[in-house]
């Protein structure tokens, strides 16, 4: 399904519908996992000011304010959590980082200790699925929806396209999932591969 759902035709949402629809599914989730598939190695978020100050070289200031958003994270993972809900992610991770995956890394050590499942993946087990392209971004909310996320050249967020056809919701979930089982706990990646002073490079 992986290789195959860039060429179904599912809801195309601009930005602010594709997020008001995630954000009202994923607050009414029960007792379900989210589940997150990351391909893309270079992406752009404006709104970031972590992000920004770090493609800045600004990268100690970049960290200080990753940060800042513990107490937040902590909260939103407790309240997922409480539904019976985690956030299990898998990240391809290719080398050389480039700068923004440096950033995400950090980003998501941060959410792996607030409550997050993120574990790391190089693109070989993904060779299956990749004889013509590159697998999409994706999201799946439990049996109810899968989300391929569309950027732009940029990669910019611009919106999603929604999936609610059980077979497509099923099939994508199980193959994330089986991705997710033979990946790497972030924490591990994260020490042996990353560290303190790769905050510094890149």
Not at 56 to 70: A, F, Q, T, V
Request: hydrophobic share 35%; proline share 4%; glycine share 6%.
């Amino acid at each position: 399904m992986l290789d195959t759902v860039d060429r179904l035709s599912g809801e195309r949402l601009q930005l602010s519908p594709y997020q008001d629809d995630f954000d009202a599914r994923l607050s009414s989730l029960r007792d379900a996992d989210v589940w997150k598939l990351e391909r893309q190695q270079d992406f752009h978020q404006p709104e970031s000011e972590s992000w920004m100050a770090f493609r800045e070289g600004r990268r100690s200031d970049s960290l200080r304010i990753l940060e800042k958003s513990r107490p937040s994270l902590q909260k939103a993972f407790a309240e997922l959590a409480r539904s019976g809900c985690t956030l299990r992610r898998v990240r391809v991770v290719e080398r050389p980082f480039t700068t923004y995956l440096l950033w995400e890394l950090h980003s998501l050590h941060l959410r792996a200790q607030c409550g997050e499942d993120v574990r790391i993946v190089s693109a070989d087990p993904l060779a299956r699925f990749e004889s013509s392209h590159q697998v999409p971004e994706l999201v799946n909310l439990g049996d109810e929806v899968t989300y391929k996320i569309l950027y732009d050249h940029r990669g910019v967020l611009r919106g999603g396209e929604r999936f609610t056809d059980p077979a497509v919701t099923t099939r994508c979930r199980a193959e994330i999932a089986a991705l997710h089982a033979e990946a790497e706990p972030l924490q591990g990646y994260f020490a042996r591969e990353v560290g303190g002073t790769e905050a510094h490079r890149a």
